[in-house]
């Protein structure tokens, strides 16, 4: 399976890279904007819309790379990748910086696009496929709301940050009629996802509770969100509590069910993001201790940092078993257990030499390990 031919190798570089591309985007945009805007406007916005751009992008990422055939990791990228330009742009007119107006116009039909992709990903999760052909017309209702939703959002004279109000009938009638349709596409999606769990079976239906909860709250949040965005804070918190746990809700579902068979990633990712944290935490405490406790023998730091580069090179390998340890047990505790009982089952097998019991003993670990449906041991007979 993974055998490529000489032709082929170059074709999934650039997907492979892609979603990792995006997600640095994402993050500086994020660092950029974060001093632009902190101060300027109230600190919760500032600081859960920086990380629900940083939760999309790296779930995003996450999902993009380990199935790239899979629509829903490309569009957490994009939303990711959007909302960083998007919550930048929008800090430019604290600072007057040029086209200040143009962002504030963005963020004012945006929004669109994005309940149009939330809808979407109810629409596929968790396979990346409709639930039957029929439910196609969905999408096209969703294209046909953003074909009349943003026009007449982008040129509705109520923004004030408009640079091109059009104060007509028709616009205002193009923005009620694509909220209707997305509005409306985003029940048929939430239902497909209810559908879809109440048909499901075993680690399938366990994968689609959460984001039915998920659903159960973005819904009435995205009814109130229409008419009141705009004149109520709360509402506009709610929303991005609404965006919030949709990503939530998957990540859940990858950490706890293995979806998408990416939790090996997500493990190295924990695990060394641990690590580097502390080897980093120790390198910075030991080198100032060292400093302190050598400033009356030498006046330079050369001898601290050449100690403490020795020690955090000698705590590498038990602070990542450590951690490895740590994270197996918190988060994949299945892995955790079956690599204690193999360890068990290992150093009972230097004792035992009874075959029958041995028989029984490897019969035991096998189906306690790899939980089959059934085990049976076969042992040739020497003389044949």
Request: glycine content about 8%.
């Amino acid at each position: 399976m993974s055998a490529r031919v000489a032709g082929d190798k170059a074709a999934p570089a650039l997907p492979a890279r892609l979603p990792w591309a995006l997600l640095t985007v994402t993050v500086v945009l994020v660092v950029v904007m974060v001093p632009l805007s902190l101060g300027r406007e109230p600190y919760l916005d500032t600081v859960f819309y920086g990380v629900l751009v940083l939760a999309l992008a790296t779930l995003g990422a996450f999902i993009a790379t380990r199935q790239p055939a899979n629509p829903i990791g490309w569009i957490f990228c994009a939303l990711g990748a959007w909302g960083g330009v998007v919550e930048t742009w929008e800090a430019f007119p604290y600072h007057a910086l040029p086209t200040g107006e143009v962002g504030e116009w963005i963020v004012g039909w945006s929004w669109v696009l994005d309940m149009s992709a939330y809808a979407l990903v109810f629409l596929l999760f968790p396979t990346g496929r409709l639930l039957t052909p029929r439910w196609r017309f969905v999408v096209w209702l969703l294209a046909a709301g953003c074909v009349l939703g943003v026009p007449g959002q982008a040129l509705n004279p109520d923004n004030p940050a408009n640079p091109l109000p059009v104060d007509s009938v028709v616009i205002d009638v193009m923005f009620g009629l694509g909220m209707l349709l997305v509005l409306f596409a985003l029940i048929a999606a939430v239902a497909s996802v209810v559908i879809r769990y109440r048909r499901a079976a075993g680690v399938e239906r366990l994968q689609l509770r959460q984001l039915v909860v998920a659903g159960s709250v973005v819904l009435p949040i995205m009814g109130l969100a229409i008419p009141f965005y705009y004149d109520s804070a709360a509402v506009q918190a709610a929303v991005g509590l609404a965006f919030l746990a949709l990503p939530v809700a998957a990540g859940l579902a990858i950490l706890r069910y293995r979806l998408y068979d990416i939790d090996v990633v997500i493990n190295r990712a924990l695990v060394y993001g641990a690590l580097t944290a502390t080897l980093a935490a120790a390198y910075i405490a030991s080198v100032l201790l060292l400093q302190l406790a050598l400033s009356g023998f030498t006046e330079g730091s050369s001898l601290a940092v050449a100690a403490s580069t020795l020690a955090v090179a000698a705590l590498f390998r038990p602070a990542r078993s450590r951690i490895q340890a740590a994270v197996d047990k918190r988060f994949f505790r299945r892995k955790y257990d079956a690599v204690r009982t193999l360890e068990a089952f290992g150093a009972r097998l230097r004792d035992e030499v009874d075959l029958a019991s041995l028989e029984g003993e490897l019969r035991a670990v096998v189906a306690g390990t790899m939980q089959p449906a059934h085990v049976s041991l076969w042992l040739r007979d020497g003389s044949a």
